[in-house]
Each structure stands twice: as structure tokens, then as C-alpha cells.
Nanobody, 115 residues
């Protein structure tokens, strides 16, 4: 059974940093496009960042220059490195794996940016 397990969420002050790992199991990780999405209360889930199997990345305009999405194929893990966090980054962050017709989601991890 495929599992994506996110961790690393929590409470952080504005301007702080967090790194969210997403560990995958039961999939051949390398060909998957991996993404991070987020959903704030009352809002739709939105793409934050995505990295293809070849290492190409794209980011939401709101996080460009602050977030990065490295992946480690040997560890079957994708990360979301979040710097210069803002209160508007507060949301539940979800990991996504997508390849051909297969799509998987993690359970989400809460990130709260507040003083």
C-alpha cells in the first residue's frame, strides 16, 4: 500500500524557517513528480511547489524566492524548505506523488506562522 508521510510542521514565528519531509513507501519513487500543496481554512487546496523526475521545479508566485523543493531519490523523500515564513503561509501542507494515472496524497501537516 502506497503511503506518503509528511512531518515537520508546527508553530513558527514570522521570518522563521521550517523543513517538511515527505517520505514515500511502496512506490518506485524516481519517476514520480512530487509536489507540495497547501490548504488554508476557507480556501481551496493550491499548489505550492513541484519537482519532476528530471529535477525541473515550479513554484507558486507567492513562495518564489522563499521556498525550495529538493528531492532525495535514494531516501524516497521530498522536502519543502520554507524560509522567511509569513502569517499567510499558515495552512495544512500536503505531499503529492503523481505518475501517469497514479496520484497519491499524504495526510497533511499543519504549519502555523504566528508571533
Amino acid at each position: 500500500q502506497v503511503q506518503l508521510v509528511e512531518s515537520g510542521g508546527g508553530l513558527v514565528q514570522p521570518g522563521g524557517s521550517l523543513r517538511l519531509p515527505c517520505a514515500a513507501s511502496a512506490i518506485i519513487f524516481r519517476p514520480y513528480t512530487m509536489g507540495w500543496y497547501r490548504q488554508a481554512p476557507g480556501n481551496q487546496r493550491e499548489l505550492v511547489a513541484r519537482i519532476t523526475s528530471g529535477g525541473s521545479t515550479n513554484y507558486a508566485d507567492s513562495v518564489k524566492g522563499r521556498f525550495t523543493i529538493p528531492r532525495d531519490n535514494a531516501k524516497k523523500t521530498v522536502y519543502l524548505q520554507m524560509n522567511s515564513l509569513k502569517p499567510e503561509d499558515t495552512a495544512v501542507y500536503y505531499c503529492n506523488a503523481r505518475w501517469e494515472k497514479s496520484t497519491y496524497w499524504g495526510q497533511g501537516t499543519q504549519v502555523t506562522v504566528s508571533s
